[in-house]
């Protein structure tokens, strides 16, 4: 997952690009970068870490320009080494920059192509820089002279036609303006906003509407699934439809733990859609336990708070904040190694005795993954006194890898993998467990509004909406597992060296 954001102002753009990301950190932590454009120069600054360990005032002074793109990441598909950061830049034609959140499924066939038939070099194992040659090559068949919004829109055509997955991106195009783009299906969000200044309207793409609110940018619109739209440096806005015909199906995780709870997208806000998520499960677990004996509802922070609340209510219980967060070690849901991971939990959480002590606990969590860290949780709630210790999952169970921008583990690495309630309940550790039906899940998420009925929902239901290759899923488990990415890591290491 990577967070995303373009901006075509009035004035220059640096800072409102660096407070964009900011508030898009929780989407990626392993890299960032900028590109800015001056008159027809590119100005580029990315490296590994945080927003505000990437840029510094010296080189944030550097990017000037009114008009520029920016990208948080954390490593998808098998990405990790330093030269993934992006935006990535190609100088032909014109000279773009891409940034990228997503995933593309048939890079193979598309690193051929781009070979042997585009003659383009690809120079690392991102799909995102296969992603901006095609449509630098597409651009480059257009030809013609001045370069046209028509031009472009044919060119994302065929990037639609040739590329399957899902990719929401925002690419800068030296001498002219920004352009947006959504796959087929829109697996993965993008925002528009609009604000206006006494030199007229400026416009701002992003991942969520959250990074629109902190820059004073009113959400106009979601980018429709295979909708590009096109801002050219005097503040012209033009959009299209560049593929077929296809329902908006976004990715149904977004809702459930990796957007923030202030976001609106695809017309949908995070933070009713999660509450709704809370009161559903409460239905079913008074369908099962109508006369339980839960004394206390504790959500694992911060994401499944919104659920846990409304499910506290309608339970009849009592709403406790069990445990206090340390707010500076990173989510462990996108930390590369289970090694990481497992030693984080426990840096990251810390409970307060009084709330577990000779009490029936219902821990509240926005899904269950690989299972370490539900474990780990559970066990720390038995130290702290719990008399027995249940499990509630606002998400059901997570049994298939995400291939759209999620670095899920290879299925084999999912607990819920080949197993049913009771033995991931045995496995955890808890005196009971209980998920989330997905027909729920779909509806809490669907409620309110009417241009949105389905979602991709994949790495629940096995149902891949673009469909799948014979042995993709197999080759991106060997890529995703943690011995090959330490193997990755470590290689990356030696060659820096």
């Given at each position: 997952m990577?967070?995303?954001?373009?901006?075509?102002?009035?004035?220059?753009?640096c800072?409102?690009?660096?407070?964009?990301?900011?508030?898009?950190?929780?989407?990626?932590q392993?890299?960032?970068?900028?590109?800015?454009?001056?008159?027809?120069?590119?100005?580029?600054?990315?490296?590994?870490?945080?927003?505000?360990e990437?840029?510094d005032?010296e080189?944030?002074?550097?990017?000037?320009?009114?008009?520029?793109?920016?990208?948080?990441?954390?490593?998808?598909a098998?990405?990790?080494?330093?030269?993934e950061?992006?935006?990535?830049?190609?100088?032909s034609?014109?000279?773009?920059?891409?940034?990228?959140?997503?995933?593309?499924?048939?890079?193979?066939?598309?690193?051929?192509?781009?070979?042997?038939?585009?003659?383009?070099?690809?120079?690392t194992?991102?799909?995102?820089?296969?992603?901006?040659?095609?449509?630098?090559?597409?651009?480059?068949?257009?030809?013609?002279?001045?370069?046209?919004?028509?031009?472009?829109?044919?060119?994302?055509?065929?990037?639609?036609?040739?590329?399957?997955g899902?990719?929401?991106?925002?690419?800068?195009?030296?001498?002219?303006?920004?352009?947006?783009?959504?796959?087929?299906?829109?697996?993965?969000?993008?925002?528009?906003?609009?604000r206006?200044t006494?030199?007229?309207?400026?416009?701002?793409?992003?991942?969520?509407?959250?990074?629109?609110?902190?820059?004073?940018?009113?959400?106009?619109?979601?980018?429709?699934?295979?909708?590009?739209?096109?801002?050219?440096?005097?503040?012209?806005?033009?959009?299209?439809?560049?593929?077929?015909?296809?329902?908006?199906?976004?990715?149904?995780?977004?809702?459930?733990?990796?957007?923030?709870?202030?976001?609106?997208?695809?017309?949908?806000?995070?933070?009713?859609?999660?509450?709704?998520?809370g009161?559903?499960?409460?239905?079913?677990?008074?369908?099962?336990?109508?006369?339980?004996?839960?004394?206390?509802?504790?959500?694992?922070?911060?994401?499944s708070?919104?659920?846990?609340?409304?499910?506290?209510?309608?339970?009849?219980?009592?709403?406790?904040?069990?445990?206090?967060?340390?707010?500076?070690?990173?989510?462990?849901?996108?930390?590369?190694?289970?090694?990481?991971?497992?030693?984080?939990?426990?840096?990251?959480?810390n409970?307060?005795?009084?709330?577990?002590?000779?009490?029936?606990?219902?821990?509240?969590?926005?899904?269950?993954?690989?299972?370490?860290?539900?474990?780990?949780?559970?066990?720390?709630?038995?130290?702290?006194?719990?008399?027995?210790?249940?499990?509630?999952?606002?998400?059901?169970?997570?049994?298939?890898?995400?291939?759209?921008?999620?670095?899920?583990?290879?299925?084999?690495?999912?607990?819920?993998?080949?197993?049913?309630?009771?033995?991931?309940?045995?496995?955890?550790?808890?005196?009971?467990?209980?998920?989330?039906?997905?027909?729920?899940?779909?509806?809490?998420?669907?409620e309110?509004?009417?241009?949105?009925?389905?979602?991709?929902?994949?790495?629940?239901?096995?149902?891949?909406?673009?469909?799948?290759?014979?042995?993709?899923?197999?080759?991106?488990?060997?890529?995703?597992?943690d011995?090959?990415?330490?193997?990755r890591?470590?290689?990356?290491?030696?060659?820096?060296?």
């Amino acid at each position: 997952m990577c967070g995303i954001i373009g901006i075509v102002g009035r004035s220059t753009v640096c800072q409102q690009l660096y407070d964009g990301l900011a508030v898009l950190q929780h989407r990626g932590q392993d890299a960032a970068g900028m590109a800015t454009l001056q008159h027809s120069h590119i100005r580029l600054q990315k490296g590994p870490g945080l927003v505000s360990e990437v840029f510094d005032a010296e080189n944030l002074a550097r990017l000037d320009g009114c008009c520029g793109i920016g990208h948080v990441r954390y490593p998808t598909a098998g990405c990790e080494g330093p030269e993934e950061a992006q935006p990535f830049y190609v100088n032909s034609p014109y000279g773009m920059a891409l940034s990228h959140n997503g995933n593309l499924i048939n890079t193979v066939q598309l690193k051929d192509e781009l070979f042997n038939d585009d003659r383009r070099h690809i120079n690392t194992e991102s799909d995102s820089e296969i992603l901006l040659n095609v449509f630098a090559h597409e651009l480059q068949v257009q030809g013609g002279r001045p370069l046209t919004a028509e031009h472009i829109f044919a060119a994302v055509s065929a990037v639609h036609r040739r590329c399957v997955g899902a990719y929401a991106s925002i690419i800068l195009i030296a001498g002219y303006g920004i352009v947006g783009l959504r796959d087929p299906n829109g697996i993965r969000p993008c925002v528009l906003g609009r604000r206006e200044t006494a030199d007229g309207p400026e416009y701002a793409l992003a991942s969520e509407s959250v990074a629109l609110d902190i820059l004073g940018f009113e959400l106009v619109d979601d980018l429709c699934a295979g909708e590009a739209v096109v801002i050219n440096l005097d503040g012209q806005m033009v959009r299209r439809r560049c593929a077929g015909e296809r329902s908006r199906r976004p990715c149904i995780f977004e809702y459930v733990y990796f957007a923030r709870p202030d976001s609106m997208m695809d017309d949908i806000s995070v933070y009713k859609a999660r509450l709704r998520m809370g009161e559903r499960l409460a239905e079913k677990i008074l369908r099962q336990r109508p006369h339980h004996d839960i004394d206390v509802v504790i959500p694992i922070p911060d994401t499944s708070r919104t659920a846990a609340l409304p499910l506290s209510h309608r339970l009849g219980c009592k709403y406790r904040e069990g445990f206090i967060k340390n707010r500076y070690v990173g989510r462990t849901f996108i930390m590369a190694e289970q090694a990481q991971r497992t030693r984080s939990v426990r840096r990251k959480l810390n409970p307060i005795g009084l709330e577990f002590r000779g009490k029936n606990v219902l821990l509240v969590d926005d899904s269950i993954v690989r299972g370490t860290t539900s474990t780990q949780i559970i066990q720390m709630a038995r130290e702290a006194g719990a008399n027995k210790v249940y499990l509630a999952s606002a998400a059901p169970p997570v049994r298939y890898p995400n291939v759209y921008g999620i670095d899920m583990p290879s299925a084999g690495e999912l607990i819920a993998h080949n197993r049913d309630e009771k033995e991931i309940q045995a496995k955890i550790g808890a005196d009971w467990l209980v998920y989330q039906d997905l027909h729920d899940l779909v509806a809490a998420c669907a409620e309110g509004t009417g241009d949105v009925t389905d979602f991709d929902t994949s790495c629940f239901s096995n149902e891949y909406v673009t469909g799948m290759g014979d042995g993709y899923l197999d080759a991106l488990a060997q890529r995703r597992s943690d011995p090959a990415k330490r193997e990755r890591r470590i290689n990356n290491n030696e060659d820096a060296a």
